[in-house]
């Protein structure tokens, strides 16, 4: 029986470089936490991995705020900090699937 034709290989060079194809090298989860706890926690995990992991992928597991006594504020209390006191550790960012959570590429070093 023969065969269909075979599409070549995709290089990896040429393969993008998605939030959402790369596996983080590093993940916080937050469940459980206070907002207060969380602002040194987030410092600290991305201060962390910018100067071990620049230019990865990083996971922040906020949850989805499901099993909150009251409004979800994890979620939006860590968006808040990547995109203003953290914006310079972070090259992009993209809610994890499921949306508990961020997917952070942090910046590269210069």
């Known amino acids: 029986m023969p065969m269909g034709k075979r599409r070549p290989a ?3 060079a040429s393969t993008p470089r998605t939030l959402h194809g790369a596996f983080p090298v590093a993940s916080l989860d937050l469940h459980g936490r206070t907002a207060r706890e969380v602002r040194s ?3 600290g995990f991305l201060q962390r991995e910018a100067a071990v992991n ?3 992928v990083v996971e922040i597991v906020t949850g989805r705020g499901t099993n909150s006594e009251g409004a979800p504020v994890l ?3 860590v968006r808040a900090l ?3 006191d953290l914006a310079h550790l972070v090259d992009e960012m993209s ?3 499921g949306a508990g959570g961020w997917l952070v590429r942090l910046r ?3």
Do not use: K
């Open 10 to 12: 995709t290089p990896l």
């Open 82 to 84: 990547l995109e203003d």
């Open 95 to 97: 809610l994890n699937r």
């Open 54 to 56: 620049a230019g990865d």
């Open 75 to 77: 979620f939006g209390l």
């Open 41 to 43: 926690a987030v410092f």
């Open 108 to 110: 590269p070093r210069e």
